[in-house]
């Protein structure tokens, strides 16, 4: 791969060595790489603006919305933001297109929140070959926080590992004794999902008494929970997207089996799944959160949330404050900004990487009260705290601490 | 308009000799060869890709112009064959450490006989019926692709990671540019193939299949046969194409190959031109980059704007590239004619 380097990139890099060389010298000398200049950061993004996951493109439109922002009040140490986000309908080859026209083209900095798992592989290799950050991607695959083999690429929301991880932490605490079944969807969510899982359960894992996975190509999942049933589990792990997740609510409901129930976080939405499934059916149901929700009045009079709530309606006031995208797009963005600021004046792609790794306690308004980001130069993920919450009346309620879904051994 | 109307009245005309309506002139294709050949040493590395890319559907658009515009076909499930060429090459170059170059014939065969086989079956239809029944060939694909039983070669949803071939000998050049003139090789080579393919015996009985079944098989024309052959080598070459995307792109996903890979590449042979083999590579461009076009124009309304675009194309221009060939060619003749007297 690297027998043959880019001539471009030799030159640059050279210049680059030159430029060090002379600035150490001097005295908080400016240092730039492409993409950087006295007056200007250019930010490259992807997102699937058409396409299957097109609802995701929320998160696009937020996060150039919030760049507006940081502009309107006189940018980043002087300097503007320039985003840059382009469509790749989610499709893999496309990626790749508008990573190349990104980098090559456009000279972006960095490549900021690309969204959706194959999307982020097609391009990982690229981008790290050509040593520019893919930073903060959107995905919740474990594999991002691998800083060893590939140093300039970063996750940022929890990873499925992590969040399974709590629930087994939660279990192995409050129900010690308890037979876990567990429905998960035959992907590479749900695989992932089931990983943190049994690597949580650690030695217990044998309290897992029964797995079914389901293909999203099937019309119902109504025979896997039956089967579940007879396993005679008193939890219930559901491992699935809003759809299955509300067929599942509804059908424990018919057939009257009553064991505790977790749903992963990917499928907690009052609007999507448990409004749908019945309130009178999800009561008491367990999941985990990093991010507050916008349709929660709990927030109300919170300063965070507030100021996000302000935000839309100065910069994005056709946006749904209900649609977690937005809530996300929101906290990403601002990571961002905060890893730009403690570039100071010196934005070259490694001092990029070198602050993102050096995030301490960093709380974005939107992310849940005593959540907050760290990273080290061995820990590229910078999420990894959810607080459990259980479904009361008709919305969640947050309880018990903020866990860690960091494996302690 | 009075041109484009001539033009079109003009077709049946041209059409009734296809050796002539099937290539450009040997001028005009050694103009475009020369461009193809030239260009990249100007342009960067992006927009090298971007003509790999576009040599690459370019490719996989000719595989269909030879079945629907040769044979009278119609397939949808393009996308299928693609999927298989570029999986077998990306699965041959990962997991068996095979020579790239070597990946590409392989995974030609094999697309060549799963279309045959498929074809099989899809004698029995015409018409919508059988672009159905390909349609559910690339709606099936993706999720095949994903089953537990191939994930340990095909890395199921995660998809594999291909690495990019360095140009050969220590030549001084570029991946990119290597693998760009890799594929114009190729490229040039299937193209004519096809060009003499469509002037065969073989072509002729595509061509007679495609304008009355029933006439051909009673000249003596082995409908069946013909029908399924026209199927291979359309997947035989699409399956190339594949392969050599997956090479191109580094990365081969089941979300790559979905249902709207089969319409791009049907919607790029329509805007080329049916039938009218030099139209492939203005399809191939009207699919790469006119999404961008309509993206540049709005972000929010790019569907639209590109639905927009494609229907004035077909709406001015029904023929396709073809059309506007011909139209320029007709002009040029005009020229001349004054000039002469």
């Known amino acids: ?409 | 308009m009075s041109a484009v109307q001539e033009a079109v009245t003009d077709a049946p005309a041209v059409e009734a000799i296809p050796k002539r309506a099937l290539t450009l002139g040997t001028g005009t294709s050694l103009v475009v060869l020369a461009l193809l050949i030239a260009a990249p040493l100007f342009v960067k590395n992006f927009i090298i890709f971007q003509m790999t890319m576009l040599l690459v559907y370019g490719l996989a658009v000719l595989a269909l112009n030879i079945l629907t515009g040769g044979s009278g076909q119609f397939s949808l499930g393009q996308s299928a064959f693609y999927a298989v060429g570029a999986y077998t090459s990306a699965i041959l170059m990962e997991h068996a450490g095979m020579n790239y170059a070597l990946t590409l014939p392989i995974a030609g065969i094999i697309c060549f006989a799963f279309g045959f086989l498929f074809g099989q079956p899809a004698l029995r239809l015409s018409g919508v019926y059988l672009a159905l029944a390909t349609f559910a060939l690339a709606t099936a694909m993706p999720q095949l692709l994903k089953l537990g039983y191939f994930e340990h070669w095909t890395g199921g949803v995660q998809g594999l990671v291909v690495t990019k071939p360095d140009a050969p000998f220590g030549l001084p050049i570029s991946q990119d540019m290597w693998l760009y003139y890799f594929t114009l090789v190729i490229t040039i080579a299937i193209y004519i193939f096809s060009v003499n393919l469509l002037k065969s015996r073989s072509g002729r009985a595509f061509m007679a299949i495609r304008d009355n079944e029933i006439a051909a098989s009673a000249m003596g024309i082995d409908v069946a046969l013909y029908k399924t052959l026209a199927f291979g080598v359309s997947a035989g070459i699409t399956g190339v194409a594949g392969g050599l995307g997956a090479i191109a792109v580094q990365f081969v996903a089941p979300d790559g190959y979905t249902i709207t890979l089969a319409i791009s590449l049907f919607l790029g042979m329509v805007v080329g031109g049916v039938g009218w083999l030099p139209g492939s590579i203005v399809g191939s461009a009207f699919i790469i980059f006119v999404p961008n076009i309509a993206e540049g124009i709005s972000k929010g309304l790019s569907g639209a704007v590109f639905g927009v675009i494609l229907f004035l194309v077909i709406f001015l221009v029904p023929h396709g590239a073809r059309q506007v060939a011909l139209v320029a060619q007709h002009l040029l003749g005009k020229l001349k004619k004054s000039q002469k007297t």
């Not at chain 1, 030159?11 to 730039?32: E, P």
């Not at chain 1, 990093?290 to 927030?299: I, L, N, S, T, V």
Request: hydrophobic share 40%; charged share 20%; glycine share 8%.
């Open chain 1, 1 to 409: 791969m690297h027998s043959r380097p880019n001539f471009l990139l030799a030159a640059f890099a050279t210049t680059v060595i030159a430029l060090t060389s002379t600035a150490d010298s001097a005295f908080a000398q400016k240092k730039y790489d492409t993409g950087a200049t006295d007056t200007e950061i250019k930010i490259g993004n992807i997102m699937p603006y058409s396409g299957p996951a097109s609802a995701y493109g929320v998160i696009g439109k937020t996060e150039a919305a919030y760049f507006n922002k940081i502009n309107a009040e006189g940018g980043i140490n002087g300097r503007k933001i320039n985003f840059i986000t382009y469509d790749d309908g989610y499709s893999p080859p496309k990626a790749v297109e508008q990573a190349r026209k990104l980098v090559e083209s456009d000279e972006v900095l960095l490549v900021f929140n690309p969204l959706g798992t194959p999307s982020n592989s097609a391009i990982q290799k690229y981008l790290n070959g050509k040593k520019v950050p893919q930073l903060f991607v959107a995905t919740g695959a474990t594999k991002w926080n691998d800083p060893k083999d590939f140093p300039w690429t970063m996750g940022w929301q929890p990873s499925y590992q992590s969040e399974a991880r709590i629930y087994a932490k939660y279990l192995m605490k409050e129900k010690p004794g308890a037979k876990i079944a567990v429905l998960f969807q035959n992907d590479d969510f749900g695989k992932d999902y089931l990983k943190g899982l049994k690597d949580g359960l650690g030695t217990k894992a044998s309290m897992i008494v029964a797995e079914e996975s389901y293909e999203t190509s099937e019309p119902t999942i109504d025979n896997h929970i039956v089967k579940l049933k007879a396993s005679g589990a008193d939890v219930f792990l559901s491992i699935t997207t809003p759809k299955f997740a509300a067929q599942a609510i509804k059908k424990l409901a018919e057939i009257e089996w009553k064991p505790l129930h977790i749903v992963s976080n990917v499928s907690a939405s009052v609007g999507g799944v448990i409004k749908p499934a019945g309130f009178e059916n999800a009561q008491g149901i367990l999941s985990a959160a990093y991010a507050k929700d916008g349709a929660d009045p709990q927030w109300d009079n919170d300063p965070g949330m507030k100021k996000f709530l302000a935000f839309l309606e100065k910069y994005d006031p056709d946006a749904n404050k209900l649609d977690g995208s937005v809530v996300y797009g929101y906290g990403a963005a601002q990571t961002m900004v905060k890893v730009l600021q403690m570039c100071g004046d010196n934005l070259t792609r490694e001092n990029v990487m070198k602050q993102a790794a050096s995030l301490k306690g960093f709380a974005p308004d939107t992310l849940l009260p005593g959540v907050t980001i760290n990273t080290s130069p061995t820990d590229f993920a910078p999420i990894d705290q959810l607080q459990m919450m259980r479904f009361k009346g008709e919305k969640w309620e947050l309880f018990g601490d903020i866990i860690s879904g960091e494996l302690s051994n």
